[in-house]
Antibody
Framework: QVQLVQSGAEVKKPGASVKVSCKAS????????MHWVRQAPGQGLEWMGI????????NSAEKFEGRFTMTRDTSTSAVYMELNSLISEDTAVYYC?????????????????WGQGTMVTVSS | DIQMTQSPSSLSASVGDRVTITCRAS??????VNWSQQKPGKAPNLLIY???SLQSGVPSRFSGSGSGTDFTLTISSLQPEDFATYYC?????????FGGGTKVEIK
């Protein structure tokens, strides 16, 4: 079945970096965009960015530009997100989520499959 | 950025009740709105896309309506498994943004 499996929880110190993986299975990996969304404890959802697995092109929210990177590995059907210069406010569950648009459609933005989430805790 | 304002932030209802949640966009966004449900400790689950299209596998008691700036999610007869938090989200333009959520609790 279609699923996204993320890497495990991380605990990082302020100023450090974190890299989270998301492995896709059950569908053609290069045919669907992938997003990253985060949720701070007890808070709402925040979109971080999107990657097009077929060519690696990305688009991220301005808030994260400069310290947020998304990459993909088509040989393993995995996407990665790396967040640098961590601060306590980055403590959150990070989700990858597949877009329902099938490439080459460009009308992206709807998340139809989600990973289980990865808790990232930033604490000294 | 487009702001999505949901109301109410929480509500109490009984099984069998009709529940309505509203979402207002800070500018006109045609029908570019989705609704998702999230249960504690779980990832969100897509219910409605493009304002009124029911996602495959979602019960027909869920429906969505609206266009422009005002949108509604309706649960026609609340079931025990529907107690959760609901989010609207706009897909009109990046950055994608969400409403603050509506927590539906048992009365």
């Amino acid at each position: 079945q279609v699923q996204l499996v993320q890497s495990g929880a991380e605990v990082k110190k302020p100023g450090a970096s974190v890299k989270v993986s998301c492995k896709a299975s059950g569908y053609n990996f290069t045919k669907y965009y992938m997003h990253w969304v985060r949720q701070a404890p007890g808070q709402g959802l925040e979109w971080m960015g999107i990657i097009k697995p077929s060519d690696g092109n990305t688009n991220s929210a301005e808030k994260f530009e400069g310290r947020f990177t998304m990459t993909r590995d088509t040989s393993t059907s995995a996407v990665y997100m790396e967040l640098n210069s961590l601060i306590s406010e980055d403590t959150a569950v990070y989700y990858c989520a597949r877009d329902r648009a099938i490439l080459p459609q460009t009308d992206w933005g709807t998340f139809d499959i989600w990973g289980q989430g990865t808790m990232v805790t930033v604490s000294s | 950025d487009i702001q999505m304002t949901q109301s109410p932030s929480s509500l109490s209802a009984s099984v069998g009740d009709r529940v309505t949640i509203t979402c207002r966009a800070s500018q006109s966004i045609a029908n570019y709105v989705n609704w998702s449900q999230q249960k504690p400790g779980k990832a969100p689950n897509l219910l409605i896309y493009d304002a009124s299209s029911l996602q495959s596998g979602v019960p027909s008691r869920f429906s969505g309506s609206g266009s422009g700036t005002d949108f509604t999610l309706t649960i026609s007869s609340l079931q025990p498994e529907d107690f959760a938090t609901y989010y609207c989200q706009q897909t009109y333009s990046a950055p994608l943004t969400f409403g603050g959520g509506t927590k539906v609790e048992i009365k």
